[in-house]
């Protein structure tokens, strides 16, 4: 005689199922990624639901067209276990709203000391309207980027994931704000200043018109991974460490200026933690026992690119290192130091650099 077929109950009632830990007093439904749970893990660890966990009902919501409220297949890439993942900064709202309230006290406290010993007054006259206009087409930049990582956040699998894209988009908005808001005050002491040549370079000057064409093409991609990995791992190596660290922050001194790199040295932060998470979830899925060569590929494709792109936009920024009247580093020395920054990565990452 067969045995009858045995029946799931799909029951979402307390005591229905037993789980990992279901008879202990202490939050052990999931296993910590050191030997005990940190706080950063009780507050993103399956907040976010998932059927093939403790969802028991399947999902609760759904879309119109059967598509489930949160869908592995909103990326390409493939993970046999999408929760391993933690955040190495271990960023969630607390947290991340502490920090952003620290840097932007910090930008303000910048911006009021330089103001009150009169110091935008004596910047160099060359370095001024290099400010006027390349710092501040780059603002628009850091603010498509956050956009682009902004919409990104909305599709990652698991509640880890969509925090780590969601500060890294934060930050890269509240960037854009500090410079705007930089700019505008400096501006205020400088009688010749013109608040609306950024936006005009940004969108006319050749020099950016490379740096837009990158931007926009990550902002235009469809895979949510896609596009974090592009910011993290492509962009923000070639193009923007390399305006903000090579270029930014190496000139300002010899110009006058200890202002500038106090606000830019912020956003240098604020790419480590993001890079740090970037590296920490492509490792784990380059290294997916299941699933790796089918990511490597489709990762090097992604990076072979956006790498072009970057590679073009960070070539069209070279005569933004003529325009300051004191010279103390020059565009070849910068890119160097960028390439080199970009193979460090994808080394730790098991990918091929652009």
Not at 62 to 70: A, R
Not at 214 to 231: C, F, H, N, P, R
């Amino acid at each position: 005689m067969s045995a009858s077929p045995q029946t799931v109950q799909k029951s979402g009632a307390a005591g229905s199922a037993i789980f990992a830990g279901s008879d202990s007093r202490k939050y052990n439904y999931y296993e910590p990624k050191a030997r005990k749970a940190t706080h950063y893990e009780d507050m993103t660890v399956d907040v976010q639901p998932d059927p093939e966990r403790y969802l028991l009902q399947d999902w609760i919501i759904s879309f119109p067209d059967g598509t489930p409220t949160y869908s592995k297949n909103w990326t390409k890439a493939r993970s046999s276990n999408w929760h391993q993942f933690r955040a190495v900064d271990q960023e969630w709202e607390r947290t991340h709203y502490q920090r952003q309230s620290t840097i932007c006290g910090m930008v303000q406290g910048v911006i009021e000391n330089a103001r009150k010993s009169g110091a935008p007054k004596r910047f160099d006259a060359a370095w001024v309207k290099v400010l006027q206009d390349h710092l501040g087409a780059y603002k628009h930049a850091e603010f498509g980027l956050g956009t682009s990582l902004m919409q990104a956040q909305r599709y990652g699998y698991t509640q880890m994931i969509n925090n780590a894209t969601l500060t890294n988009s934060s930050y890269k908005l509240r960037f854009a704000q500090d410079l705007t808001l930089y700019l505008s005050e400096i501006g205020m002491d400088i009688g010749t200043f013109d608040h609306t040549a950024g936006k005009k370079h940004w969108l006319e000057d050749p020099i950016w018109q490379g740096t837009r064409k990158a931007v926009e093409a990550i902002m235009g991609a469809t895979d949510y991974l896609e596009q974090y990995l592009a910011t993290n791992l492509v962009f923000e190596p070639l193009v923007g460490e390399l305006f903000r660290s090579g270029f930014i922050m190496q000139m300002a001194a010899s110009q006058g200026d200890f202002a500038t790199p106090s606000v830019v040295a912020a956003a240098e932060a604020d790419y480590e933690r993001n890079l740090a998470n970037t590296v920490e979830l492509i490792h784990m899925l380059t290294h997916d026992n299941e699933n790796g060569p089918h990511n490597r590929d489709l990762f090097n494709g992604w990076i072979a690119h956006h790498g072009a792109l970057a590679r073009e936009a960070a070539s069209n920024l070279q005569p933004i290192w003529s325009q300051p009247r004191v010279k103390v580093t020059g565009f070849a020395d910068a890119q160097a130091q960028a390439d080199n920054r970009i193979k460090t990565i994808c080394a730790q990452v098991g990918l091929v650099a652009p």
